[in-house]
């Protein structure tokens, strides 16, 4: 019984320090100091988000974007059936003519090798020739 009486005071500071150890490392006087920081940052990071959304004009209108024109080229000779598919007036059938006169030709050598195709004639080849990447010879 000695023992244990013995082994319950000694725990007891044993407790009260690790206690010690898990209080807060903040202290009091601290507290105030590190609130105020973390409303600035609050209130500077709000302040950002609406200065770059009065930049920007806030969200991009859909209907704005559709008017927009963008480019691109294909590359006649490493195209896929679904890249042939975006130029104007080109579907997946058409496309997919393009490739087998391309496995039968071996290259494009020139945008007018094209007319090959069955169903590409000269108004087809003019509106897609000028998404049409350069051909370089080997």
């Known amino acids: 019984m000695g023992n244990s009486k013995q082994s319950a005071e000694v725990s007891k500071p044993e407790k009260e320090g690790v206690l010690e150890h898990l209080r807060l490392v903040l202290r009091r006087e601290h507290q105030g100091l590190v609130a105020a920081l973390l409303l600035f940052a609050l209130v500077a990071a709000s302040a950002y988000f609406v200065f770059q959304w009065n930049v920007n004009h806030g969200l991009v209108d859909i209907d704005d974007v ?13 195209a896929t059936v679904g890249e042939l598919s975006l130029l104007p007036g080109v579907g997946s059938k058409l496309g997919q003519a393009i490739l087998v006169r391309r496995g039968e030709l ?25 998404y049409l990447s350069p051909l370089n010879d080997p």
């Not at 559709?66 to 006649?76: R, Y």
């Open 66 to 78: 559709a008017g927009e024109e963008f480019s691109f080229q294909v590359d006649l000779n490493a």
């Open 106 to 130: 071996g290259r494009f050598n020139r945008p007018a090798d094209l007319l090959s195709v069955p169903g590409i004639g000269e108004k087809k080849l003019e509106a897609i020739r000028p």
